[in-house]
């Protein structure tokens, strides 16, 4: 994950569109309502110009964004949330999306901390779960009591620590 002073930005092993498809679906079902997806690189080929793939998703929930909005209007125009996601010159794909703290601090709202909180927690684990690829094996363990353990559908990370971690991993 790298930080800028203002954005998360965080590498997806997916590609652009799917990492976007992955975030809408997540956020279809946990009712969120989804504005607009832009893709800004079909702009630059109606324009004449190549662009790498990148799109921005807008998303929001009122329950979120009308008590900031109440707090200081000038808000809305950073609501609702954009994720965007790129594809750099190297075939990287990139998500980012603006710092809760960033946006309290620009607007200068001080009476929603934990609405920021929860903006701040909520954004990072949703983006945490598309960016990721699960690994499609299973992962059996011993523990230090002799117990096996069987772990599916691990992350990928999660499946190369424990592997790393203990000699007696065996992937099936």
């Known amino acids: 994950m790298h930080a800028s002073d203002d954005l998360i930005v965080k590498s997806s092993a997916h590609s652009v569109e799917e990492t976007l498809d992955r975030l809408e679906a997540?956020?279809?079902?946990?009712?969120?309502?989804?504005?607009?997806?832009?893709?800004?690189?079909?702009?630059?080929?109606?324009?004449g110009m190549d662009m790498k793939p990148t799109q921005v998703l807008l998303f929001g929930n009122p329950k979120l964004g009308t008590p900031l909005m109440l707090s200081n209007r000038r808000i809305g125009i950073d609501l609702p949330i954009k994720v965007l996601a790129w594809q750099d010159e190297k075939g990287a794909v990139w998500l980012a999306y603006n710092k809760a703290d960033y946006l309290k601090d620009r607007h200068a709202i001080a009476d929603r901390d934990p609405l920021f909180d929860?903006?701040?927690g909520v954004l990072g684990k949703l983006t945490d779960a598309v960016i990721t690829k699960l690994v499609r094996s299973r992962i059996q363990m011993r523990t230090g009591e002799g117990k096996r353990i069987f772990l599916r559908n691990c992350h990928s990370y999660a499946a190369m620590h424990f592997h790393k971690q203990s000699r007696r991993a065996v992937e099936k």
């Open 26 to 47: 997540i956020l279809k079902k946990k009712g969120l309502t989804i504005f607009i997806r832009i893709d800004h690189a079909a702009g630059a080929t109606k324009a």
């Open 118 to 120: 929860k903006m701040k």
